[in-house]
């Protein structure tokens, strides 16, 4: 479904984001992407969804090389950043219209769609209102919509999670699961280390640049002892947290 080889991503004045990551990521599994901020998560997404060029190395979506067919790629790509950057001068229903145009989703299609998707994220009430007076979190609800409106076979969610209420955010875990036992693929990034280990088949943790681990949590914890995920993700990650000095938290 996903395949990076030797993929490698260098920003203006040298700095190296992904560094000579190779990666597959197979149809039918939610993947979680894991790590600390910096990491090269979003970088490694944006070059996934084509926002970004690599710098060298190759990435194949659907067996198909992203630089010859970025187009029928996206098509087949529902994509939600990690900020939900939308029409914010349009009403919700108008911008999620457009979007569903954008991807030629027929109209009686898109009505049943839409009304499932509102109902399910509780957004119905508000789908008349300029996207303007949204809460962050009425925002990240509105970029879920409109990325699962054209029923894509591969969801790509760069932290899915924040912004949600506890309520949306188990919908959408739930939607997350289902989309992958009908046989297609999620692929998302988290800091959440308890929904990474309750809702992915496989984990990917990323370390300046490089990839540090791939493989499911089990194998994970055979490999670094029974902790929690949290513990193990910090231990892969080099986390400096136990050096840091935190005595200025202690009580006078």
């Known amino acids: 479904m996903i395949e990076l080889k030797n993929v490698t991503k260098v920003y203006s004045g040298g700095v190296k984001a992904v560094d000579n990551l190779s990666l597959s990521v197979e149809k039918g599994e939610i993947f979680g992407f894991l790590g600390p901020n910096g990491a090269g998560k979003t970088t490694t997404i944006k070059m996934i969804v084509g926002l970004l060029k690599p710098t060298s190395g190759q990435i194949k979506v659907f067996g198909k090389e992203l630089s010859k067919e970025p187009e029928a790629i996206k098509q087949r790509i529902g994509y939600v950043a990690d900020e939900p950057l939308v029409m914010e001068k349009l009403r919700g229903y108008e911008y999620l ?99 990474a280990e309750k809702v992915c088949d496989r984990i990917g943790i990323i370390g300046k640049g490089k990839l540090l681990f791939v493989g499911t949590v089990e194998e994970l914890k055979k490999a670094r002892g029974e902790e929690s995920l949290e513990k193990l993700f910090l231990e892969v990650t080099e986390s400096e947290m136990e050096a840091t000095d935190f005595s200025y938290l202690d009580a006078d």
């Open 97 to 195: 219209n457009f979007i569903a145009d954008v991807f030629g989703v027929p109209s009686d299609v898109r009505r049943e769609r839409l009304e499932r998707l509102l109902a399910d994220f509780k957004l119905k009430d508000a789908i008349k209102d300029p996207v303007s007076s949204y809460s962050h979190g009425m925002k990240q609800k509105l970029t879920l919509i409109a990325a699962l409106l054209h029923a894509p076979d591969l969801w790509i969610l760069d932290e899915p999670i924040v912004g949600l209420d506890p309520e949306s955010a188990y919908i959408l875990k739930k939607m997350m699961r289902k989309h992958a036992d009908s046989g297609k693929t999620v692929f998302f990034s988290t800091h959440v280390m308890e929904v």
